[in-house]
C-alpha cells in the first residue's frame, strides 16, 4: 500500500540541482539519461508554491509542471477519482488538481458541460515589492480532472503541463528537477547509482524511497511493534490465567488432598491443574484466532474500514499464514509458561513433602 500510494506520484528516480532551487535544462544531456540502461522515460518539472482562487475560496497549493510523460508512470488514470488524465486538449492546457485542494476551493469536476476553472496566483520572480505594485503573476487554468494518490498529494498538489508553468513563473528553459521512470525488471538503486556516476557531484540523484525515506522505514518496522505490543497485552492478560489457576487450586486443595491420600503423586496433581491451564489459553487462542481472520475477511470483502481522505478506500488487509503461524507459537509458548510455573510454585509450597 506505501509503495502505490507513495511510489507512483513519486517517480522512481528524482534528479535535482545541489547548488540551487531551479538549473537550465541545458546543464544535462538528456539523450545520455535516456539511454542510460534502466531508464524508461524522463519528465522534466517546475515545482513553484502558489495560490488558487476560485470564486471567493483561496489556497495553497504546490503547482508542478510536467511534460505528458509523467502522467504515464505515474499511472494518473488510475488515480482519477473524477475527470480525464490529459494536460492538452485542442490547443488548451489543462490542469489535474489533488482532490482535497478541489474540496477546499469549493470546486467539482463536470461530467458533461465544460470544465472547472480556477484562478492561479505566482509570485513574480525578481519582482520587487513596492506601494500599488502586483507581486503576482495571475493566469487562468481549466480543470481536466482530480487526482487521489494520498494525503499529501491530494491536499497540496496541482498537476499543470511544464510550458504553462514556466510562462505562469517566468522561467525560460530552468526547471527544478528531472522525472526518471525506470524499466520493469531494474533495481531503482543501482540505476541511480549509474546516473549519479554521469552527473557528478553538481545533482542530486535520489530514488523514491530515499524521498520518502521515514515513511518506508516506518513501514517496516511497525509490524514488528505491533507484535511487541500484542505480545505485552498477552503477557498482562496472562496474569488473569495465572490468578484462575490459583483460585482453582485454593478451591480444590481439599480434594486434592483426598486424591493423595488415594496414592496420587506430585506428577498426577501437576498434571490436572497444568492441562487445565493450557485449555483455558488454547480456547483462548483458538477463538482469537478465528475471531481476527473472520475480521480480516469481512474487511477484504465488504471494507468495513476505510483510510481516511481517501475518497472511500478501504483499509488494506494481507492475510498472511505465517504471520499466523508466528502468533501462533508465541502465544503457545507464553500459555506453555504461564500455565507451567504457577503449578509448579503452588504443589511445591503446598505439598513440598511429596516427590514428583
Known amino acids: 500500500m506505501i509503495e502505490k500510494l507513495y511510489s507512483d506520484f513519486d517517480s522512481d528516480i528524482t534528479i535535482r540541482s545541489e547548488v540551487a532551487k531551479t538549473f537550465p535544462e541545458s546543464q544535462l544531456d538528456f539523450s545520455k539519461i535516456s539511454k542510460t540502461e534502466g531508464v524508461e522515460n524522463t519528465s ?18 504546490v503547482m508542478v509542471g510536467v511534460e505528458p510523460t509523467f502522467l504515464t508512470f505515474s499511472k494518473m488514470e488510475k488515480h482519477l477519482l473524477e475527470g480525464s488524465s490529459f494536460l492538452e486538449k485542442n490547443d488548451k492546457e489543462f490542469g489535474i488538481i489533488g482532490a482535497s485542494l478541489l474540496d477546499k476551493l469549493g470546486g467539482f469536476i463536470p461530467e458533461r458541460v465544460g470544465y472547472e476553472e480556477i484562478t492561479i496566483f505566482a509570485p513574480k520572480r525578481d519582482a520587487k515589492v513596492r506601494v500599488g505594485s502586483n507581486p503576482f503573476t495571475t493566469s487562468r487554468l481549466s480543470l481536466a480532472g482530480r487526482m487521489n494518490f494520498n494525503r499529501e498529494v491530494n491536499a497540496e498538489k496541482l498537476i499543470v503541463p511544464l510550458g504553462f508553468a514556466r510562462d505562469v513563473l517566468n522561467y525560460s528553459e530552468d526547471i527544478t528537477a528531472v522525472f526518471v521512470d525506470v524499466k520493469d525488471g531494474f533495481d531503482n538503486q543501482s540505476v541511480k547509482e549509474k546516473l549519479q556516476n554521469e552527473l557528478g557531484t553538481d545533482f542530486s540523484v535520489k530514488t523514491n524511497y530515499e524521498k520518502n525515506e521515514l515513511i518506508f522505514k516506518t513501514s517496516k518496522s511497525e509490524k514488528l511493534i505491533v507484535l511487541i505490543i500484542l505480545l505485552f497485552i498477552f503477557i498482562l492478560a496472562a496474569f488473569n490465567l495465572v490468578a484462575s489457576l490459583t ?18 503423586d506430585k506428577k498426577t496433581v501437576f498434571q490436572i491443574f497444568f492441562f487445565e491451564g493450557v485449555l483455558i489459553a488454547g480456547k483462548g487462542i483458538v477463538i482469537g484466532l478465528i475471531l481476527g481472520y473472520s475480521i480480516c475477511l469481512a474487511q477484504l470483502k465488504w471494507a468495513l474500514l476505510t483510510m481516511p481522505n481517501s475518497g472511500g478506500e478501504a483499509f488494506p488487509i494481507k492475510l498472511s499464514l505465517v504471520d499466523g ?14 500455565s507451567y510455573l504457577p503449578v509448579r510454585f503452588l504443589i511445591k509450597k503446598n505439598f513440598g513433602h511429596l516427590h514428583f
Open 325 to 338: 503461524l508466528l502468533i501462533l507459537t508465541l502465544v503457545s509458548l507464553l500459555s506453555f509458561l504461564f
Open 247 to 264: 483460585m482453582l487450586f485454593v478451591e480444590k486443595k481439599e480434594n486434592v488432598d483426598t486424591m493423595i491420600s488415594f496414592g496420587a
Open 44 to 61: 522534466k518539472a517546475v515545482e513553484e508554491i502558489v495560490v488558487l482562487n476560485h470564486e471567493k475560496k483561496r489556497v495553497n497549493a
